[in-house]
């Protein structure tokens, strides 16, 4: 890639020159030339121009233009608009919902803390007047009863 640093002369190199081959022409067969018989003869349509001279030729029809992609009556920015709108009144509506929702599931969770404050206090209270009209547990004879050791023996 990079030259040696050596101080040796250049050696010639053989240069091999190529010469194009000339291709033998081809041999064509011309093709038969099928004449098409329009089905219809085109007018010929002649015009005299305003310095006298007359041009004759086909009529050619006019070019028509690509048909213009014709625009919604209502623009995307309004539609857009629209859409957006009806979007913030569904997700205003969905949170009335919610917030109905939530106020129902407090008033649920309030009735169930009521109805276990009233079934406890009724259970406490079956139990302070039970206990005052009966006395319950073991009835001693204190007459015959020896004390020991925080035992009763009968």
Avoid at 127 to 154: C, E, L, M, Y
Wanted: hydrophobic share 45%; charged share 10%.
């Amino acid at each position: 890639m990079y030259p040696d640093h050596t101080h040796q002369p250049p050696t010639e190199r053989a240069i091999e020159v190529h010469q194009p081959t000339p291709l033998p022409p081809a041999l064509a067969v011309p093709t038969p030339v099928v004449q098409v018989q329009p089905s219809s003869v085109p007018a010929v349509a002649s015009i005299v121009l305003p310095d006298g001279r007359v041009v004759t030729g086909y009529a050619i029809n006019p070019v028509q233009p690509e048909p213009v992609a014709v625009k919604p009556v209502v623009s995307r920015t309004a539609v857009n608009v629209a859409l957006g709108g009806v979007g913030f009144l569904a997700v205003c509506g969905g949170l009335i919902l919610l917030t109905s929702f939530i106020a129902a599931l407090t008033a649920f969770i309030t009735q169930l803390i009521i109805l276990a404050a009233v079934i406890f206090g009724g259970w406490i209270a079956v139990q302070i007047f039970s206990a005052s009209g009966h006395q319950g547990g073991t009835t001693v004879n204190i007459r015959k009863a020896t004390f020991k050791r925080n035992h009763f023996h009968g």
